[in-house]
């Protein structure tokens, strides 16, 4: 009679059970649609965020917001059937629990294993032991719940089970709720994005700022700054061609003067040009002359003339040249006067040294 109790009271429990998980995901789809309209995501807790932390408690049955802590920690979990940690992300747009302890299986996200029997802890020691298991924002999954009440039937309740829990969304917006503290976070969010909207129109530096502040903030522009903006546009417009034409006069001055560069120095080069042509014309000029004169005593570039023969000319080397007697005789053609040109043996010739 005692063992018939026993299977009924057991196969009740799972009806309740049944008829809980079919209640619960209502709550859930509910839960997920003020998360949306909040903009809010749950996180799985293992990576931590870059936001604040907020610390609650729940006294006389309600959730009680206690403190934002921006840097470092909050005060540690005395106890974890009334206490909560969550961070967020620094734009507000994620939450989750701060869980220091966890065992999660490898093959599911935000499924978390706890290896004792029961529901909750009494009480912990420090903040090292807030895990997902004793907090009061986790269920058992919902794929456990029939499987350990069946598990329980047919051990009559005499098994202690491993459970698998998850974070619970519907326990997560019922505490952003009873505590006021989503209330808070939309503050939060609306002084962080007032402070980008003003900090990025302060930074406005060129056109294409200004292009991309009135793209960004066209439909929501609570401090009428968008016309501000236009305005500091037309400005860096008129700017803008006032500088571009600065530039183009420097660029034009910038082309006279180099084209004047160079005419100047092509105007040199002419110049040079023509000096070195005057100047060997008058040479050759003065060489004729001075061939078509050549006397007996003329002093060439190697030294006087002592004899002429028809076009062949003697004459006596100033100093002595290697490969040459004292007196060579040279073709008139090869003559060249003193006053021009020195004189040198150039592979057995005699030749002009300019």
Known sequence: MLLMKKILAQFLLLYCAVSANA??????????????????????SLQPLNGPYVHLRKEDGKWKFEQFT????????????????????????????DFRVWLQPSSK?????????????????????????????????????????????????????????VIDPVKVVSLLEESQLIQ????????????????????????????????????????NLLP?????????????????????????????????????????????????QLAEQQKNMATLEFRRTLTIGSKTFCGPVINLRGPMVQIAINAPLAGFTAEPWLDKNEIYPATLAGCRNNNGRLQPVW
Do not use: H
């Open 184 to 223: 808070k976070v939309m503050d939060l969010r609306t002084e962080r994005w007032l402070s980008q909207y003003r900090n990025q129109f302060t930074a406005i530096d060129s056109t294409r700022d200004i292009e991309s502040f009135v793209s960004q903030y066209a439909s929501k522009d609570p401090e």
């Open 109 to 165: 996200t935000n499924v978390y294993l706890c290896l004792t029997a029961g529901l909750k802890k009494e009480e912990g020691n420090t903040r090292s032991d807030y895990n997902p298991c004793d907090s009061s924002l986790t269920s058992v999954s919902d794929s456990q719940v029939t499987s350990n009440v069946l598990l329980s039937v047919i051990t009559l309740g005499t098994r202690s089970i491993r459970r698998q829990v």
């Open 228 to 276: 501000q903006a236009n305005a500091k546009r037309e400005m860096m417009l008129a700017k803008d061609a006032e500088r571009a034409r600065a530039q183009e006069i420097a660029a034009n001055e910038r082309r006279e003067a180099s084209e004047q560069e160079s005419r100047r120095r092509q105007a040199a080069r002419e110049a040079a040009e023509q000096a070195r």
């Open 70 to 97: 921006s840097k470092g920690e909050p005060a540690p979990v005395k106890n974890f059937t009334s206490d909560e940690v969550l961070q967020f992300s620094a734009d507000f747009t994620r939450v989750q629990p």
């Open 23 to 44: 209640q619960s995901q209502s709550d859930v789809v509910n839960a997920s649609v003020k998360l949306n309209e909040w903009g809010l995501t749950i996180g799985d």
